[in-house]
């Protein structure tokens, strides 16, 4: 029999009453061996058979807890990528620091979103709060939820990939994308939590000085975050916004804004909200800040006027100049569009695209190539020479694509120019570096080629690719993919990871390094178009890479421009880890476009804004495409 000696140990009895738990001293010196061969056959296989149960359950029981880790790292090992945890581990902190939910004993399942909360859901009883409200949403078959999923349990996605969410349960990259997104969100919430304790209702967070910057003290990160937390199911956040909006922002403000930047950040951030949840607070006050901003518009040759005063409804150019700037001029036009057919007003679709008749029909373009400035008095490009797919052009481009994908595919107009000009990139612009021979996109000036690229051009990889695939050249993926590896670079290159604003590409066969960076250009603004390209060139070609290049790149972030107290900041140098130098700044498209751009970079499904349905304005808002009756 077991029984429990005097001492602090188990000791082993068997066989007759030796006066009780071997208190006796002479036997206490009796050996085990001894012992052992005093026991009867019958006794020693007894002995035996207890000692191989016990090693047995213990085998057993070890074997039980151990497998599902052991399990898991097997299915991993194919090793392009460390299991999540290991990753966040690794190579981020703070927030980032949660084991994987596995090593917690959960069990994934359904589309990302919702695993979250039902995981609230504890010994088997029913979910409760926004748990069950999420369970019971799950539960209707199909419609527009939370996260504007179009879902559908258990149906097969248009290109017959495995969608069925049982099928998808046991799936490694199923369950990366969902820690992924996790860690998207919370580095969204994250920033919130800067933008909240130091600059709540202020334009911009300034996370080092914890403080705040004002551009037009109208909220700006706010609104421009709103669709955002919507796609993320941030439902806590995005209610205290929403209350915010309801409550606080008013248009009615003696106040300059940008038309151009008001436009993309406050009307497109208020019109995709207003489309992803149907709540009409947020068309409202779209219409609002649309219809403040017409006097833009009242100019002798109908080409808008850089500023508007929003509360007196006066509108002026800078102080310098009668020039608009070309990329500012004419990517209002979704917006405004969009604005059109939802108050059944076509004055806002009048006024932009008289500015896309004018700019069509304008001297001065070479090969579809648009200067930079526009005349708001005769209306004519000015500094002609200069040719760029970089600040002052870059949206133009971008928008005679997406204005063409939103009306459906019939202005052809807009896309001859949008062919012209890719046209014209290829035979201008695009050039490959040295050593690596990447492929990279310069600019010209007065007909000399210089091999600078701005970080904002890396918009163009995701501009091709969605031409791509609403049915123009493959060659247009083609290029996409290969300045989507150079804008990677620009990244990979640097000593933080992190991309400058401006690189020089070197093309001497002589020289060492692709990527050159000039001092005065060596900061990352957290700006999104890289991440912007990426998902799209993800969505298009589901290749892997991308998605571990912008898990790279978020991790990266999270190294050197996070804040311990809050927020994210805008660095000086990429170049010197040791001191990145933050510039305090957290710009509104940190949270608008590079975040979301992530979310949805990380994750595997196409109903998550179907590029079907939804067309992205410049600052990332959902915008949908028209139905084709219109
Ligand atoms: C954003 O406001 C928009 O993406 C715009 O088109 C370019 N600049 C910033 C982000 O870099």
Not at 33 to 58: D, E, G, M, P
Request: one cysteine or more; aromatic letters at 12%; hydrophobic letters at 35%.
């Amino acid at each position: 029999m077991l029984s429990q000696g005097k001492k602090d140990f188990v000791s082993l009895t068997v066989g007759g009453n030796e006066g009780g738990n071997y208190t006796n001293g002479k036997q206490r010196k009796l050996s085990y061996w001894r012992k052992w061969n005093q026991l009867s056959r019958l006794q020693r296989s007894l002995i035996l058979f207890v000692l191989v149960l016990l090693l047995f359950t213990v085998i057993v029981a070890y074997l039980r807890f151990s497998a599902p880790l052991e399990e898991y790292k097997g299915r991993d090992g194919g090793g392009v990528e460390l299991p999540y945890g290991e990753e966040l581990r690794d190579q981020s902190k703070g927030s980032l620091h949660e084991p994987p939910l596995e090593k917690k004993g959960y069990q994934r399942r359904g589309p990302p979103l919702l695993q979250n909360r039902v995981f609230s859901k504890k010994n088997g009883s029913e979910p409760q709060g926004v748990a069950a409200e999420i369970t019971e949403f799950f539960k209707s078959k199909s419609r527009i939820g939370w996260a504007d999923t179009v879902i559908s349990p258990g149906t097969k996605s248009s290109d017959g990939q495995k969608e069925n969410a049982a099928e998808l349960d046991d799936s490694v990259e199923w369950q990366l994308a969902e820690s992924r997104q996790e860690a998207v969100r919370k580095a969204f919430q994250h920033a919130w939590k800067g933008y909240k304790d130091f600059a709540w209702g202020h334009d911009e967070l300034k996370p080092i000085s914890k403080s705040y910057s004002e551009w037009f003290g109208l909220g700006l990160t706010l609104i421009d975050a709103l669709d955002t937390m919507w796609i993320m199911g941030l439902k806590k956040e995005f209610m205290e916004a929403r209350q915010w909006v309801a409550e606080n922002l008013s248009f009615n403000k003696n106040v300059e804004v940008n038309l151009f930047e008001s436009t993309i950040r406050i009307l497109g951030g208020l019109l995709s909200t207003y489309h992803l949840t149907g709540d009409e607070l947020f068309l409202e006050k779209a219409k609002d800040i649309g219809s403040r901003l017409m006097p833009a518009f009242k100019t002798p040759s109908k080409i808008p006027y850089s500023d508007v005063n929003i509360g007196t409804g006066t509108a002026h150019p800078p102080q310098w100049t009668t020039d608009s700037t070309v990329a500012e001029v004419t990517s209002i036009q979704l917006e405004f569009r969009e604005l059109s057919r939802l108050t059944g007003d076509p004055k806002y679709q009048d006024a932009v695209m008289e500015v896309m008749k004018k700019v069509h029909n304008l001297d001065g373009k070479h090969d579809g190539l648009v200067p930079m400035f526009i005349n708001t008095n005769n209306g004519k490009f000015t500094h002609l020479g200069m040719y760029t797919l970089g600040a002052r052009a870059d949206s133009y481009y971008e928008y005679l694509l997406k204005q063409w994908i939103q009306g459906g595919r019939k202005e052809t107009e807009l896309l001859e120019d949008y062919l012209q000009a890719v046209d014209g990139v290829q035979k201008n612009l695009v050039k490959k570096s040295a050593p690596l021979g990447l492929t990279f996109v310069g600019e010209l000036s007065y007909r000399r080629f210089s091999p600078k690229m701005d970080h904002l051009v890396c918009f163009l990889p995701g501009t091709l690719a969605l031409g791509a695939h609403n049915g123009l050249s493959a060659e247009h993926m083609e290029l996409a993919k290969q300045l989507m590896e150079t804008c990677y670079q620009m990244y990979a290159q640097m000593e933080t990871g992190l991309s400058p604003e401006i690189a020089h590409f070197n093309m001497d066969a002589a020289g060492t390094h692709d990527v050159i960076v000039k001092p005065a250009d060596r900061h990352n603004l957290l700006r999104p178009e890289t991440v912007e390209s990426l998902f799209y060139l993800y969505r298009f070609t589901k290749d892997k890479k991308y998605q571990r290049w912008g898990w790279e790149i978020l991790q990266n972030f999270n190294k050197y421009t996070r804040v311990e107290s809050g927020g994210y900041t805008s660095i000086n140098n990429v170049q010197d880890p040791a001191s990145p130098s933050p510039r305090d700044k957290m710009e509104s498209f940190f949270l608008g476009e590079t975040l979301k751009y992530f979310y949805l970079l990380f994750s595997n499904d196409p109903d998550l804004i179907n590029l079907d349905k939804y067309i992205f304005n410049t600052e990332a808002h959902a915008l949908p495409i028209w139905p084709q009756a219109e």
